[in-house]
């Protein structure tokens, strides 16, 4: 079983989807927040996972990364999952969790990175959307994908209601995709999402 580590900044759902979908390939054993206000904190907590709050504010960024390294590396943390983690990580904290280290971005990457997606998304009438889960690279949200999922997008919709269908399809995705990677199934490699034994 997988050690995992989520870092989350706020409302924490797809922390829930993940802890809802452990035990099978994944545990984790430690949730951190940069924000102590974090809802996220409550669900981890009622869970049972030990919770860990390293505040951002007042700290260089290689400062505040080495804080979260060093507490990932005394938890024996295998895998760190990013779960609405509203803080860019330096290049050498990401190179250090090379191959280890995963974010889901709520839109078909390599379309509409960054923030602000959904209404980037409405006001071009795309017809299609979802999200993706990727491996983290150094550059903001253009990691190799591991997996998708897609949900169609209506003339109607406003910013909040295409979020809550992609937030839906998230929970399903996500660990779904940290099953994958827990068991060995898909690996980074040269900068690609190799894969192994499916289907
Ligand atoms: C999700 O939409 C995720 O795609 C994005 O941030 C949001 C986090 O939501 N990266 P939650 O905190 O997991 O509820």
Redesign the pocket.
């Known amino acids: 079983m997988k050690k995992v580590a989520v870092l989350?900044s706020?409302?924490?759902?797809?922390?829930g989807s993940l802890i809802a979908a452990q035990e099978g390939s994944y545990k984790i054993i430690l949730v951190i927040s940069n924000n102590a206000d974090a809802a996220?904190l409550e669900r981890a907590a009622a869970a049972g996972i030990a919770t860990l709050i390293v505040p951002h504010a007042g700290k260089t960024r290689d400062s505040f990364d080495g804080e979260l390294d060093a507490a990932l590396r005394a938890a024996g943390a295998e895998i760190v999952v990013?779960?609405?983690f509203m803080r860019i990580l330096s290049d050498g904290f990401v190179r250090g969790w090379e191959g280890k280290l995963v974010?889901?971005?709520?839109s078909l990457l390599p379309a509409y990175k960054g923030i602000k997606v959904h209404e980037r998304v409405i006001e071009a009438r795309e017809t299609l959307s979802g999200?993706s889960v990727h491996f983290v690279v150094p550059e903001l949200d253009a990691g190799p994908v591991i997996a998708q999922a897609r949900v169609p997008v209506h003339p109607s919709d406003t910013p909040d209601a295409l979020?809550a269908r992609?937030?839906g399809v998230?929970h399903q995705l996500y660990p779904e995709a940290l099953t994958l990677l827990a068991k060995g199934k898909v690996r980074l490699e040269k900068g690609l999402a190799v894969f192994t034994d499916t289907p």
């Open positions: 989350i706020g409302r924490g759902s797809n922390l996220g990013l779960a609405g974010n889901i971005h709520p999200a979020a992609v937030l998230e």
